[in-house]
DNA sequence: CGTATCTCGGACTAAATAGATCCGCAATAT
DNA sequence: ATATTGCGGATCTATTTAGTCCGAGATACG
């Protein structure tokens, strides 16, 4: 379930290397590994998961030597929901089966024209969770961080200043 | 996810459950038995889960002859959260495991002292979902269902009316 | 008051999903 | 030309979910 009904651990991790990578000068990029080194993560799975930001437009790439990722706009129009809905999809937790059409209670077709109403409520709590992570920015992020982070983000994670 | 992403199955199933027992007259129950051919549903496996409201408190169960589920409070004190929290946790979706004290970035921890920016960004999210269920009780879905719907349960559920 | 029956309760077993890893291919800057 | 990096597929493991079973306890009836 959102046990939800729980996320994976992957998010916490993409969350944070989206968050340093917001504090590159831009155009700069940091590789898999150094995000890996950065954090203590296991490389390859990391990897893997940044692929997925990447297919979701959040993250750009390049290959090759001194290549990596850089985020694929302004932090200011990154949101924390586009990054957690590409790292676990943006599927709605709560998935109503219909089953009030089966067994010996079940309605007619015509009380089933609308929406059953334990979903929408149920839909509700969802858009709830979506517009409080659509209204935090990577940008809102780091105005909350001192102001001497950015500068030892960049020096930790590509050796350069 | 809540991962949910992906709430059970169960969840729907126990959700119109309550939401049956809510439209029985005060005192009345019905059985595993027959919320499952209500439903159409595996009738041990339902058993399981409803269980596991009785351990939440949400119902209260009898056993013996003509024994069964019921309420164990008033329909409007009862609300979707605490039924969708007693059936897959109440846990966080999102869990700090405190990567940013790990690594080559690893925080002093005179910077750890509050809870990390992004861990409080999603725990703020949980609360919104969480507020948005619990501002929602089965009577006010009683309240949404059509006049006769209630004695129309009774009838199909228990035989009697 | 005893007995038989009906109910919940928890333990146990399979199946599916997600987590995690590895290896080969394509692309690019040196 | 070579080394470094991201990309995708195939694979393996572990956790969770789905489903089943049998025993303990309580009630109603004789």
Redesign the pocket.
């Known amino acids: 379930?959102l046990?939800i009904?729980k996320l994976?651990?992957?998010t916490e991790w993409l969350l944070h290397c989206a968050t340093s990578l917001a504090q590159l000068e831009p155009g700069a990029t940091a590789?898999?590994?150094q995000l890996a080194d950065y954090y203590d993560l296991?490389a390859?799975?990391l990897?893997?998961q940044?692929?997925a930001l990447?297919?979701a437009g959040v993250l750009s790439?390049?290959?090759?030597?001194?290549?990596?990722?850089r985020l694929a706009r302004a932090a200011s129009e990154i949101t924390l929901l586009q990054i957690v809905e590409a790292v676990?999809g943006a599927s709605t937790p709560y998935e109503c089966r219909e089953i009030r059409r089966q067994g010996r209670g079940a309605l007619p077709p015509e009380e089933c024209r609308s929406i059953c109403v334990l979903a929408e409520k149920m839909a509700g709590a969802h858009r709830a969770w979506r517009a409080s992570l659509a209204g935090v920015s990577l940008a809102d992020i780091l105005a909350e961080l001192p102001a001497h982070a950015p500068e030892r983000t960049r020096s930790r994670l590509t050796g350069r200043t």
Do not use: E, N
Not at 61 to 69: L, V
């Open positions: 379930m046990s009904v994976p651990v992957s590789s898999a590994a296991p390859p799975y990897a893997k940044l692929q990447v297919r790439a390049t290959t090759g030597p001194r290549g990596g990722f676990d």
